[in-house]
């Protein structure tokens, strides 16, 4: 059973702070790594990808990926009250279409 | 771009009714769909994986025959709720990915949130 995992929180962060979020997963034969937010009652949206080991920025959001240590992060900079949500890590694995969603970390940032 | 269109974004029906839920890609052409289901406060379920001109592949666990899937062309599938019950009352998401993009991220839907009473 392929799993990946976040911690639920929930992550309180001040406004203007840095948020760090985590995501694990297991079995090392992966191939793409996202980032979803999702308010409340709404869809996913895409927040970031990232495929290959590192740090991929875009404007506040930085995705990082350790595939030997089998993690990925998302760091939120200069928090804002509308980035309070909940944040999903999904991964595709090789060889499967599908996406493997975590359950979500919920952050809340406290003006 | 990668516009994925669902309706209708809310739906209340009685007891032992049936329920259509329509997922469009407006500007790609898709051929694999994705059903999910979500709970309150709980991640995204996959149901099933629909693929264009054939029949959809269900996750263990969920019943083929409640959950009637078609994907009938590269911009449309659907999902029909039969014989609803308010069990099956949930918040139902379509996504998808578009064609030789493999490795690409879902494209979703706004969701339907389904109420049976």
């Known amino acids: 059973q392929k799993e990946v995992e976040q911690n639920s929180g929930p992550l309180s962060v001040p406004e203007g702070a840095i948020a760090s979020l985590n995501c694990t997963y297991s079995?090392?034969?992966?191939?793409?790594f996202f980032w979803y937010r999702q308010y409340s009652g709404k869809s996913p949206e895409l927040i970031m990808s990232?495929?290959?080991?590192g740090d991929k920025e875009d404007g506040r959001f930085t995705a990082q990926l350790n595939k030997a240590s089998q993690y990925v992060s998302l760091l939120i900079r200069d928090s804002q009250p509308s980035d309070s949500a909940t944040y999903l890590c999904?991964?595709?694995?090789?060889?499967?279409?599908?996406?493997?969603f975590g359950t979500g970390t919920r952050l809340t940032i406290i003006p | 771009g990668a516009v994925v269109s669902q309706h209708p974004s809310r739906v209340i029906c009685k007891s032992g009714t049936s329920v259509k839920i329509e997922c469009r890609s407006l500007?790609?052409?898709?051929?694999?769909m994705f059903w999910y289901r979500q709970f309150p406060k709980k991640s995204l379920m996959l149901m099933a994986t629909?693929?264009?001109?054939?029949?959809?592949?269900?996750e263990q666990g969920v019943e083929k025959d409640k959950f009637l899937i078609n994907h009938a062309s590269l911009t449309l599938s659907t999902l029909t709720v039969t014989s609803a019950h308010p069990e099956d009352s949930s918040f139902y998401i379509c996504?998808?990915?578009?064609?030789?993009?493999?490795?690409?991220?879902?494209?979703f839907g706004n969701g339907t949130r389904l109420t049976v009473t």
């Open positions: 996504s998808a990915r578009g064609m030789g993009e493999r490795n690409s991220p879902l494209h």
């Open positions: 079995d090392r034969v992966s191939q793409s």
């Open positions: 990232i495929y290959s080991n």
């Open positions: 999904a991964v595709k694995y090789f060889g499967n279409e599908k996406l493997t």
């Open positions: 500007d790609f052409q898709a051929t694999t």
């Open positions: 629909s693929n264009e001109g054939s029949k959809a592949t269900y």
